[in-house]
């Protein structure tokens, strides 16, 4: 009982700290990507170029975040289904 405590709390740990390392970037990208969008799309006399630049850049950015998100969360998942299967064979 001791032992499933312990592995749900690094599992915890593990995955808090993951969260913190990509959810809050991911995020900043997004805002970034919609304050470009919506507040500097709405002054006319910005560049467009630059804007269309910008745009890329954090669109990139953002689909690259996501990519890593979702990839590190099968990761998790997965280390945490293979300690379950190498603990039941242990009780055997």
Known sequence: MKNKLVNSKQFIEKFWKFEMLIVIPMLLTLFTL???LLFLSSIPTYPKQTL???TYITGVLFILFLTI???GLIWIFKSKKLNK???EKREY
Do not use: D, G, M, P
Request: charged share 25%; net charge positive; hydrophobic share 60%.
């Open 85 to 87: 299967k190498k603990e």
């Open 34 to 36: 919609v304050f470009v």
């Open 69 to 71: 998100y979702i990839t």
């Open 52 to 54: 269309i630049i910008l």
